[in-house]
T-cell receptor, first 110, second 113 residues
């Protein structure tokens, strides 16, 4: 069964801390997505990557294809970063549907 | 502004009633998806459509039905056959099938009592 595991499930940090969220998957993929879900429920796509590293502002996403592992880093964390971060993988089926992790709930305290 | 709209944000129904959730996109995307989210679980695919007048079942299609009569619209009907319909429902779209970024709507929280 193709699964996506995220860790930690919950994360509390102080403002300014460097944060890492991890994602592991079981078989080869064509792409991995990092998504952000705010308390209201809407989801925003942060990154889609299939190799290497991408950076957007204070967010950095990396992927190691050989180890089947990706990390999402947040530098200089801020209370507005508080959200659920979701990893999702595309195993390359023609339909493009994703397999989702359960999410990591991040709370950044001022 | 381009995007995906879902309405309403909150929906309440009595058990035994069918209910239809709206999803509209003006991104000119071919592919559209419906996901269900339950507490402590990852999103699960209900139905997807790669093109107008065609759709496929996802992992948890039982008790749901969809239509895709227009490119921009992909409504989801939660029927009385769905045993546990209370959940958060998310619609998404992407340029086409295959590996493309998916854009999500704001979601509809359905409560059935």
């Amino acid at each position: 069964k193709n699964e996506v595991e995220q860790s930690p499930q919950n994360l509390t940090a102080q403002e300014g801390e460097f944060i890492t969220i991890n994602c592991s998957y079981s078989v080869g993929i064509s792409a991995l997505h990092w998504l952000q879900q705010h308390p209201g429920g809407g989801i925003v796509s942060l990154f889609m990557l299939s190799s290497g590293k991408k950076k957007h502002g204070r967010l950095i996403a990396t992927i190691n294809i050989q180890e089947k592992h990706s990390s999402l880093h947040i530098t200089a964390s801020h209370p507005r970063d508080s959200a659920v971060y979701i990893c999702a993988v595309d195993y390359g089926g023609s339909q493009g549907n994703l397999i989702f992790g359960k999410g990591t709930k991040l709370s950044v305290k001022p | 502004d381009g995007g995906i709209t879902q309405s309403p944000k909150y929906l309440f129904r009595k058990e035994g009633q069918n209910v239809t959730l709206s999803c509209e996109q003006n991104l000119n995307h071919d592919a559209m998806y419906w996901y269900r989210q339950d507490p402590g679980q990852g999103l699960r695919l209900i139905y997807y459509s790669q093109i107008v007048n065609d759709f496929q079942k996802g992992d948890i299609a039982e008790g749901y039905s969809v239509s895709r009569e227009k490119k921009e619209s992909f409504p989801l009907t939660v029927t009385s056959a769905q045993k546990n319909p209370t959940a958060f429902y998310l619609c998404a779209s992407s340029v086409s099938d295959g590996t493309y970024e998916q854009y999500f709507g704001p979601g509809t929280r359905l409560t059935v009592t």
